[in-house]
């Protein structure tokens, strides 16, 4: 039967609004369907990392998403008194950005939007609440309302329905998502139940040096912190105890009073954005799939924001998605490749929601003989260091016979400058996205031409260090030649969401090649792409 888009995405928030950017971008007949009827135009999220800046980048324009961004150099967790019992530090790059950014939520999400938009081939309905998911053997079938707001101020389902069909449907739908609980897939639950209260400013004036840093209060009577919102804005943040009614906390007067009394900061110093109680949750899906059906964001994974990972965690979501799905959609990949999905995210998402949970506890801690416990702990060194940060170990890595991922696979890619006769900059907007293959020696003289055929429907993008080689670049910043020495390896192959699918010596690569092509469920059966029959 004829269907009219490859791709229904429910939900327009990062995991969304990545996922639909990076389909257009491949020619995919994609519709979005948002139930409110605007971008959300103030900042949730305030931190992101090198990687997820890599993202943007792939999805988006840059330079705008990051025009008001700046560089984190630590994240503080201090006791009651202001000493330190935590500082994690976020110095240095990763993907070619530096490693932790500061930023306002509004300017990445125009920054993809526009590329949505233009992409020609995603169309975006704003104001359109889905109301009946039905899945079949071959389709994906979605009702949709109209999502407007009375005279009294309620929301709700109004006009007529739209029903759409659409080879695969995506629920980015948040937390509370629609597409989750029509499937009955169940949650489960870490124990997370904490309320803050945010309170986002704008700067009026330059403040003190120390709101440049993400500072954590421990403060057993009522945990507090605050942050840079990219370089012109500030959020304050304050523990609501679970006997609090949490109604005053969102009174103007409140936040004014508390303002001045912890900070001394008042009216002539900032305006208030928003001021609203969030409920933190630790909730992981306990399916991701079914059938033509995914999940991603927060409605597969909700992360309490201790460690600032969970839009990044959304977007690391749809960029994973996007490059799977366009091969299948291609027909260059059996469906089965959907399958690695799910077993290479979740069990991510649950790690990084594991350590935010942890650090959580220490800034939750509000009963003063636990609180005492802590922090003589934290000074006597008795307190196990966090775990170090997930990598992929299933789905699409390099594997070694007894099944466990050959390490490097599985980390980040390393990403720098290079250069070309095509001009310098970063690898991504030299030489190419997508898979990737950088080797320090000629790599094709290991290859025959079947290997080299499947690297070339694939689309990898290929650079060599050496001379001479028809694909031979300049490692400007020695980004590459120095990450290969220090890991001991040739050759590195980089999947599209810019994590490894294998490092290792250049006699290595051919089984990594016929490895790639196995785990990505290869047909090489090209479709048209965009034809959603």
């Known amino acids: 039967m004829d269907l009219e888009y490859d791709v229904a995405i429910v939900g327009y928030g990062p995991s969304g609004l990545v996922l639909a950017s990076a389909l257009g971008k491949a020619g995919h007949r994609v519709v979005v369907l948002e139930r409110w009827p605007s971008l959300y135009g103030l900042p949730r999220l305030t931190h992101i990392d090198g990687e997820t800046a890599r993202v943007i980048a792939s999805v988006g324009d840059i330079a705008h998403a990051l ?3 700046c560089p984190v150099s630590d994240y503080r967790y201090l006791d009651g008194a202001g000493e330190e019992l935590i500082e994690l530090d976020w110095r240095g790059e990763s993907c070619g950005y530096p490693a932790h950014l500061s930023i306002y939520q509004p300017d990445i999400e125009d920054a993809i939007d526009r590329h ?3 992409a020609g081939s995603v169309e975006v309905n704003q104001g359109w609440a889905v109301v009946n998911v039905q899945p079949f053997e071959d389709r994906v079938v979605v009702t949709a309302r109209p999502w407007s707001q009375s005279r009294t101020g309620q929301w709700s389902h109004t006009g007529e329905e739209r029903t759409l069909t659409a080879k695969y449907l995506v629920g980015a ?5 629609f597409v989750r609980a029509t499937l009955g897939i169940e949650r489960s639950d870490n124990g997370v139940d904490d309320r803050w209260l945010n309170i986002d400013t704008e700067q009026l004036r330059e403040l003190p040096d ?3 840093r993400v500072t954590v209060f421990c403060d057993p009577e009522r945990g507090h912190m605050h942050m840079p919102i990219g370089r012109n804005r500030q959020r304050f943040e304050l523990a609501v105890l679970p006997d609090e009614d949490q109604a005053p906390f969102e009174e103007p007067e409140f936040a004014w ?10 009216p002539q110093d900032l305006r208030i954005l928003r001021q609203v109680v969030y409920t933190f949750q630790g909730r992981i899906a306990e399916s991701w799939r079914r059938g033509r059906i995914l999940l991603a964001g927060d409605a597969a994974h909700t992360t309490p924001p201790y460690l600032g990972q969970g839009a990044c965690s959304g977007m690391r979501d749809g960029i994973t998605l996007g490059w799977k799905l366009d091969l299948v959609l291609r027909g260059l990949a059996d469906d089965a490749l959907l399958d690695s999905y799910e077993a290479e995210r979740r069990p991510h998402a649950t790690e990084i929601t594991e350590i935010s949970t942890v650090l959580g506890r220490v800034a939750n801690t509000h009963d003063p003989v636990e609180a005492a416990a802590r922090d003589e702990a934290f000074r006597t060194g008795d307190v196990p260091p966090l775990p170090p940060f997930p990598a992929i170990g299933a789905g699409v890595v390099h594997h070694r016979a007894d099944g466990t991922a050959s390490r490097p696979a599985g980390t980040l890619a390393p990403h720098g400058v290079v250069r070309t006769g095509a001009g310098e900059g970063l690898f991504d907007d030299v030489v190419g996205r997508g898979f990737s293959l950088v080797s320090a020696l000629d790599w094709r003289t290991v290859l025959d031409d079947g290997r080299l055929s499947f690297l070339h429907a694939l689309g990898v993008s290929t650079a060599t260090l050496a001379d001479g080689a028809d694909d031979s670049v300049d490692d400007v910043a020695d980004a590459y030649g120095s990450w290969l020495a220090d890991q001991g390896c040739e050759v590195l192959i980089g ?6 699918f294998w490092a290792g010596p250049l006699t290595g690569l051919p089984e990594a090649v016929d490895q790639l092509r196995t785990r990505l469920a290869w047909t090489g059966n090209r479709a048209s792409v965009g034809a959603a029959s």
């Open 67 to 69: 025009r008001d961004a």
């Open 116 to 118: 949505v938009r233009a």
């Open 173 to 177: 739908d948040g937390a509370n998502s």
């Open 210 to 212: 120390r709101f440049a």
């Open 257 to 266: 009073e508390w303002l001045r009394r912890t900070h001394g900061l008042g």
């Open 495 to 500: 999947r599209p969401d810019y994590h490894l």
